[in-house]
């Protein structure tokens, strides 16, 4: 960084010109203000003024466009990320992936052995689902083959999930058609016209 680099202007409180009195350069003071024309003087802060607003709007320019700072600089990507978010605090997981730390291991370990989903060469398990639960939760707009992938394992699941009680048709069970839980809804001598 050069020693007149403009960042450090940045942090210096610019010059406040309402605590100043502008004298021209010809008009030699000795002291008195009754000697200075006040014209001089007007024109004089006139120009303080515009070489402040100028300032100000040159280094507003720069702090707003030309001076960036990164905001996520993290070395940690992929499994290393993912490690970070898994081994410290427990909301960190429920920020990122909308899901308990315990229940995104079951999910991953459910969507390995039972719906076929495996790690690719250079991606674990954890990643792919890390990668589509992200997507789902947060609505990025990653369009990975390993979103798909997941997506066409978590398909199998809700099939799985969705499927009616074996019994439900027969009516056996909770599974009768007039329960006596649901009784007074189909009791048609309860009704009552009004």
């Known amino acids: 960084m050069e020693p007149w680099d403009i960042r450090d202007c940045l942090s210096v409180k610019l010059w406040d010109i309402s605590n100043c009195i502008a004298i021209s350069s010809n008009v030699p003071y000795d002291g008195e203000m009754s000697d200075i024309n006040e014209d001089q003087i007007q024109k004089d802060l006139d120009w303080w003024t515009l070489c402040q607003v100028t ?15 990164p905001c996520r600089t993290s070395v940690r990507t992929s499994h290393m990320f993912l490690e970070e978010i898994l081994n410290r605090h427990g909301i ?3 920020q990122a992936f909308c899901l308990e730390k315990s229940v995104f291991l079951d999910l991953c370990h459910e969507l390995t052995h039972k719906y076929d989903l495996y790690p690719t060469r250079g991606m674990s398990v954890y990643e792919e ?22 997506l066409k394992a978590v398909g199998k699941l809700a099939n799985d999930i969705s499927k009616p009680h074996p019994e439900y048709n027969e009516g056996k069970g909770y599974h009768r058609p007039q329960h006596y839980w649901y009784k007074p809804f189909f009791d048609i001598s309860n009704f009552s016209i009004i």
């Open 92 to 94: 960190r997981c429920y």
């Open 55 to 69: 300032t100000r709007s040159i280094l507003t320019y720069y702090e707003n466009y030309l001076y960036k700072v």
């Open 129 to 150: 689902v890390t990668i589509f639960l992200m997507t789902c939760a947060h609505g990025a707009d990653n369009r990975l083959m390993h979103f798909y992938r997941v």
